[in-house]
DNA sequence: CCTAGTAACTTTCACATTGAAAGTGACTTT
DNA sequence: AAAGTCACTTTCAATGTGAAAGTTACTAGG
């Protein structure tokens, strides 16, 4: 999709047209805080993509400029995905997912600074 | 969706299976920064949601406890629908998204302070 | 009484997207 | 030569989306 069909001029909506899905957020959330850099990588993540999604996804998000694929070996050629700062600039958005989710669904917290992530509560 | 089919103990993955998708945070934002309170008013919306979608995307938020449906109106039966605590709770996650729109997509940004909004930028 | 209008959905159906699985190509390793 | 790895791509059945029309329950006007 091209920046002039945006569905309106509101920026939530916006932003939706680009990330607002079931696995876009949770590939930045692994290139962002996991250190997944591969293709595999990011595929073996828990919840796992579809490697046609992931393929799909990958490419949209270079497309607006969020990541960028680069070559880091010949013979045989292996590819290393990371964040642009466009890309890295949606930390603060994935942190408030995060936050909100560990308050009302109970899923796990990982915390960033730490490198250290805190069991998911069973209770409510 | 019930609490036990989460694809994954993580926050995110959790929360984008509650309103990861295109519309969800949407009717959200209606509800509430824009005043709007009925299925008309929020079928009427700048990205024109359809009908069953609405429709769906309601009765999920409802069954999720983030909103509540209640009638206004006998003779004819009317229903508003409103934000419960829970539901008002994603407001810092809505703000974050808007603001990451606002920067690097150029969308406009709402106030919900002033209930102003700010036009969309048409530049980088 | 009949027709038109409104709100809140629901149904229909063609089309698009998803996702499980298998396949491909370029290599390296045994 | 055979097996393995990585980075995808292809296939195809199932599911989801969305435009449009239909339904139900009323009120208002002629």
Redesign the pocket.
């Known amino acids: 999709m091209a920046k002039q069909d945006f569905r309106s001029a509101c920026s939530i909506a916006r932003t939706l047209d680009v990330v607002g899905?079931?696995?876009t957020l949770l590939v930045v959330r692994d290139l962002m805080w996991h250190g997944k850099?591969?293709?595999?990588?990011l595929?073996d993540s828990a919840e796992?993509?579809?490697?046609?999604?992931?393929?799909?996804r990958?490419?949209r998000l270079a497309e607006w400029g969020l990541l960028r694929?680069e070559v880091?070996?010949?013979?045989?050629?292996?590819?290393?995905?990371h964040l642009t700062d466009e890309g890295k600039s949606l930390e603060p958005v994935l942190m408030q997912i995060m936050t909100w989710g560990h308050k009302h669904l109970g899923g796990g917290r990982f915390d960033p600074k730490s490198g250290r992530s805190f069991a998911a509560r069973t209770g409510p």
Request: no cysteine; aromatic share 16%; proline share 6%.
């Open positions: 899905d079931k696995w850099r591969t293709f595999q990588a595929q796992r993509v579809p490697s046609n999604i992931l393929a799909e990958l490419k694929r880091y070996q010949q013979r045989p050629t292996r590819y290393a995905y």
